[in-house]
C-alpha cells in the first residue's frame, strides 16, 4: 500500500511515494478505533467502494423506499462498512445504526475526496477542505444553504435506525 503525491520538495521527482500508511482514528462509545485508510485499499476494493458509493447515493436520493429498496439499503451500508471499519471488530461495527455507520462512511468519503484533490496536484484540496468545515461546523445547513439530498443532514434522520 502506498501514498502517492505529486512532488512539492522541489526536487525533479514527478511523485512521492510514502510506504507507511496511518490509519484514521474513529471513537466509537470513547473507545478509539482504527479505521481503513483510503491509501489501503486494494485495487478491488478501491471499485467496490465507488460501485457501492453510487448505489447508496441512488438509494438516498428516492423520496420512499419500498421494503426491497430499505433492504438494499442496509446491505449496501453494510458492505461499504465492512471494507471501510474492516479494523472495527465486528460486534462494535453491528452496534452502530444506520445513520451512524452512514456518518462514518460520509467521513471516509472525505477523506477519499481529499486524497484524490491532492493527488491531483492539490488545486482543489483548500477549496474541499473549507466545505468540510462549513459541514462540520453547519451540519444542519444552518449558513442558508440546505443540505443536498445525498448529505446526512437531509436523510440521516428520515431513515429508521436499524
Not at 438509494?59 to 472495527?88: H, S, W, Y
Not at 462494535?92 to 444506520?98: D, F, S, Y
Amino acid at each position: 500500500m502506498t501514498t502517492a503525491t505529486p512532488s512539492t520538495s522541489g526536487s525533479p521527482s514527478l511523485i512521492e511515494i510514502d510506504t507507511l500508511i496511518e490509519r484514521p482514528i474513529i471513537t466509537i462509545d470513547k473507545e478509539p478505533y482504527e479505521i481503513t485508510a483510503p491509501d489501503e485499499l486494494t485495487i478491488v476494493e478501491s471499485a467496490a467502494v465507488g460501485r457501492l458509493g453510487r448505489r447508496l447515493d441512488r438509494l438516498m436520493k428516492k423520496e420512499t423506499l419500498d421494503q426491497e429498496g430499505e433492504r438494499e439499503l442496509a446491505r449496501t451500508l453494510g458492505k461499504l462498512a465492512a471494507i471501510i471499519m474492516r479494523p472495527v471488530p465486528a460486534d462494535v461495527r453491528q452496534g452502530l445504526n444506520e445513520a451512524q455507520t452512514l456518518a462514518v462512511i460520509e467521513v471516509f468519503t472525505l477523506l477519499l475526496l481529499a486524497r484524490k484533490a491532492k493527488l491531483a496536484g492539490g488545486t482543489m484540496l483548500k477549496t474541499v477542505g473549507a466545505q468540510v468545515l462549513t459541514a462540520m461546523t453547519n451540519p444542519s445547513g444552518t449558513d442558508g444553504e440546505t443540505p443536498s439530498p445525498a448529505s446526512s443532514g437531509s436523510t440521516a434522520a428520515t431513515r429508521g435506525a436499524g
